[in-house]
């Protein structure tokens, strides 16, 4: 006997607000979430993704309608469900802002996964298609030895890079994130060979591994990496990619020889900040250990290997003055990181940060859901203890205009090849600075097209 057939439409919303990563389409990366439903979802269905990176909406027939979204587009999610509530089309929402806060989510969407999906999505597909499908899903943390790959052919083309996940958890509890309490605090991990695998089938000949730290903290974590290094070593699977990591991953250079030969060019590293007792007060213990006189050390040592810095730092921590703010402006600067990444501190749901500054009655924006939109890490959403809010934007705006001047940018370009003796790793962190110079300018500058660089 024949199934029904059902059409399931999944829909990545856009910030209306803060598009500016959108200029570079070399920034943004493919909704692996999406990939990995549209694999569970049995044959009788029809998958099809909607993707606002690239297009614009446009009402599409679907009998079940899913989102997933972060907290700055969470509220164009809530948009584009209403627009199907009207038409009496089923939606359904997951992702970590509404699992943090599924009784907003509630009132927005009929279906609500507070979690990860892959544990209840039969039994929503089940419950939908026996009419009893429920308002709310609890999915429990489960393990990655058999997750699905994704339907990676369902993702819009003109991306520029792949994406690919190895491990889900992190044991840390960085006051700003939310990932541990999303993810667990666990490391879980995906067998060696399926990753090879998908690496391999990702058509894009760039990939970026969206795991919060590749590495990990133990010895077993790092050999993992070095055994799937070495598998697309052997297979030839020639791509270059990049990574998130934390500061420890310059302490294992037999580890960093393996990733500059399959193909790393560039690593994310997580500073937040050149103060010792800022990095206590968010608890990043990390870069506690490995020491803020030695963080050079670390530059060095990933340089050695060919593989460029793209450093984050942060804005706005607890302590900061116009001063500090400044001062960190000159310490990155003159800093051996190829590539800047500067975000202002913003409070997510679910993170220790924003339950204490709700607490104390520091948060300007409220209106919710609509002031989500502003929680896009460009964008000062708290009170600072010590700088008003005009005091605060003002210096960033100079400390912006001062780190991604173009003719800064093109000396780090420089520097960076003469560091890293690797002209393809010193490229990919220009271009990284390329996308950051189009979001903070964005209205004021004209755009540069991050494409050109990535070859």
């Known amino acids: ?105 509630l009132q927005y969407v009929d279906t609500v996964v507070v979690g990860e999906v892959e544990n209840v999505w039969q039994e929503i597909i089940d419950d939908f298609e026996k009419h009893r499908i429920k308002n709310l899903y609890r999915a429990d943390l489960l393990s990655m030895l058999h997750s699905p790959s994704p339907r990676i052919e369902l993702y819009h083309p003109s991306y520029v890079f792949g994406s690919i996940q190895t491990t889900r958890g992190c044991p840390m509890k960085c006051e700003f994130c939310s990932v541990h309490t999303f993810n667990g605090s666990k490391y879980r991990f995906r067998p060696v060979e399926d990753v090879i695998e998908e690496y391999a089938r990702i058509p894009q000949d760039r990939v970026y591994f969206v795991d919060d730290n590749l590495v990990g903290y133990s010895k077993a974590s790092a050999e993992r990496i070095i055994e799937i290094c070495k598998g697309i070593i052997d297979r ?48 990043k213990k990390t ?83 609509r002031d989500w939109e502003r929680h896009s890490f460009s964008e000062l959403t708290f009170q600072p203890k010590y700088m008003s809010v005009d005091e605060f934007e003002g210096v960033i705006r100079e400390s912006w205009a001062r780190l991604y001047d173009e003719k800064a940018l093109q000396k780090r370009f420089i520097r960076s090849i003469k560091a890293t003796q690797n002209p393809t790793a010193a490229t990919w962190s220009y271009a990284s600075n390329v996308q950051y110079y189009n979001m903070f300018f964005e209205g004021i500058r004209e755009p540069i097209d991050a494409r050109d660089f990535f070859k």
């Not at 979430?33 to 979802?41: D, E, K, R, S």
């Not at 990049?242 to 500073?271: H, K, Q, V």
């Not at 942060?314 to 000159?330: A, K, M, N, P």
């Open 1 to 105: 006997m024949n199934k029904r057939r059902y059409k399931l439409l999944l829909i990545n919303p856009l910030n209306r607000r803060r598009a500016g990563l959108i200029l570079d389409p070399a920034s943004i990366y493919p909704p692996m979430a999406f990939g990995i439903i549209a694999a569970l979802t049995p044959e009788n269905w029809e998958v099809e993704i909607l993707d606002e990176n690239f297009d614009d909406f446009e009402y599409r027939e679907a009998d079940l309608i899913a989102f997933t979204a972060l907290t700055s587009s969470v509220n164009r999610a809530y948009e584009l469900a209403g627009i199907y509530r009207k038409n009496n089309v089923p939606t359904i929402i997951g992702g970590i802002h509404v699992s943090m806060l599924p009784d907003e989510a």
């Open 236 to 283: 030839k699977i020639d791509k270059g990619w990049f990574c998130s990591a934390s500061m420890n991953i310059a302490e294992n250079e037999e580890l960093l020889e393996y990733m500059a030969r399959a193909g790393c060019r560039m690593i994310f590293l997580g500073i937040e900040s050149e103060d010792i007792e800022q990095l206590r007060a968010v608890n």
């Open 287 to 369: 870069n506690l250990r490995i020491g803020v006189d030695h963080y050079d050390e670390v530059f060095s040592t990933i340089h050695k290997h060919g593989i460029s810095i793209l450093g984050a730092f942060i804005f706005g921590l607890e302590t900061d003055t116009v001063e500090s703010i400044r001062h960190r402006t000159d310490y990155i600067l003159e800093s051996g990181v190829d590539a800047i990444q500067t975000t202002i501190l913003t409070p997510l749901p679910g993170t220790i940060l924003y339950n204490r500054l709700k607490k104390e009655g520091r948060l300007i924006y409220t209106d919710y859901p």
